[in-house]
C-alpha cells in the first residue's frame, strides 16, 4: 500500500513563498509519477504539477510555470513544491497523488494514491 502525507501549507501574503513537502511510503516511489493538485472552494480538482519518477522530467500547469517548481528525492520518499510569488488565485488545498507508472497526466481520475491535503491561504 501507497500512503502520501502532505505539509508545508499555511497562511501567506500575495508575493510570498511556501514550500509544500510530500513523504511518500512504500517500496517502489521511485516508479511512480508523484503530482500536486489542488482544489479551491466551490472548484473541482487542479492539475498543478507533476514530476517523472526519475525526477528529470516535470510538466506544469500554465497558470504556475515559471512560479512552482516540483522536485523529488527519491532516496528520501520526498517530493516537493516550492510556490513562490504566490497570488490569491493560488488559495486552495493542495493534494500530493502518486500515479502507478511513468507516464504524466493531469487527470485526478488517472492517480492511484492521494494525501489528505494542505491548505495553503494567499492573502491580498
Known amino acids: 500500500q501507497v500512503q502520501l502525507v502532505e505539509s508545508g501549507g499555511g497562511l501567506v501574503p500575495a508575493g510570498g513563498s511556501l514550500r509544500l513537502s510530500c513523504t511518500v511510503s512504500?517500496?517502489?516511489?521511485?516508479?511512480?509519477?508523484v503530482g500536486w493538485f489542488r482544489q479551491a472552494p466551490g472548484n473541482e480538482r487542479e492539475f498543478v504539477t507533476a514530476?517523472?519518477?526519475?525526477?528529470?522530467?516535470?510538466y506544469y500547469a500554465d497558470n504556475v510555470k515559471g512560479r512552482f517548481t516540483i522536485s523529488r528525492d527519491n532516496a528520501k520518499n520526498m517530493v516537493y513544491l516550492q510556490m513562490n510569488s504566490l497570488k490569491p488565485e493560488d488559495t486552495a488545498v493542495y493534494y500530493c497523488?502518486?500515479?502507478?507508472?511513468?507516464?504524466?497526466?493531469?487527470?485526478?481520475?488517472?492517480?492511484?494514491?492521494w494525501g489528505q491535503g494542505t491548505r495553503v491561504t494567499v492573502s491580498s
Open positions: 514530476v517523472r519518477r526519475s525526477g528529470g522530467s516535470t
Open positions: 512504500g517500496r517502489t516511489f521511485s516508479t511512480y509519477v
Open positions: 497523488a502518486a500515479r502507478t507508472n511513468d507516464y504524466f497526466s493531469r487527470l485526478a481520475n488517472e492517480y492511484n494514491y
